[in-house]
T-cell receptor, first 113, second 116 residues
């Protein structure tokens, strides 16, 4: 168990809908990351927050947004969902904002139908 | 641009055999970090090792060992005396100082099956 908690574990929703994925980092970790894992794109970095502020941004679609709250948990919001958004979404956390190992949660499996 | 290549898509070995997973990386930075992660069938990503670009010493942890060679831009992972529990997808990743954060560039992974 990495100590990173993601909810829900599975989510099935229809095209055009909006969903929110939640992540609680390991105790003491200030950085939170979101990654998307799909068969065609592999593991893609979406975004990183450190202590509530955005630190790095990857290939995150405009329909997607994230934030990190004062209690350090994070949410990833996905809107106007398309079939191609179906993927495993991982949250990870680390102690600092710079280069270091990150510890991943079990992921949220999103299926858009 | 940063890139990680894992040319081996799938590998099958018989239990107790040794197996090496290849990882080749590209970066223009002189300071960078390399990682290996394991993704078992249950789906989570498990951190295995971090190595920085200034430390070319090989590392051994139990049945696992890592060979880092800057001259060939490779960071290979060897499992000795493989076991069925080693069956998983293994990802090599790179992070450097090209941005303000800690973005991992993952390879496409190598799926390892250990046959009993």
């Amino acid at each position: 168990d990495s100590g990173v908690t993601q909810t829900p574990k599975h989510l099935i929703t229809a095209t055009g809908q909006r969903v929110t994925l939640r992540c609680s980092p390991r105790s003491g970790d200030l950085s939170v990351y979101w990654y998307q894992q799909s068969l065609d794109q592999g593991l893609q970095f979406l975004i990183q927050y450190y202590n509530g502020e955005e630190r790095a941004k990857g290939n995150i679609l405009e329909r997607f947004s994230a934030q990190q709250f004062p209690d350090l948990h994070s949410e990833l919001n996905l809107s106007s969902l398309e079939l191609g958004d179906s993927a495993l979404y991982f949250c990870a956390s680390s102690v600092r904002q710079g280069v270091t190992e990150a510890f991943f949660g079990q992921g949220t499996r999103l299926t858009v139908v | 641009a940063q890139k990680v290549t894992q040319a081996q898509t799938e590998i099958s070995v018989v239990e107790k055999e040794d197996v090496t997973l290849d990882c080749v990386y590209e970066t223009r930075d002189t300071t960078y970090y390399l990682f290996w992660y394991k993704q078992p069938p249950s789906g989570e990503l498990v951190f295995l090792i971090r190595r920085n670009s200034f430390d070319e010493q090989n590392e051994i942890s139990g049945r696992y060992s890592w060979n880092f060679q800057k001259s060939t831009s490779s960071f290979n992972f060897t499992i000795t005396a493989s076991q069925v529990v080693d069956s998983a997808v293994y990802f090599c990743a790179l992070s450097d100082l090209s941005n303000t954060g800690n973005q991992f560039y993952f390879g496409t992974g190598t799926s390892l099956t250990v046959i009993p």
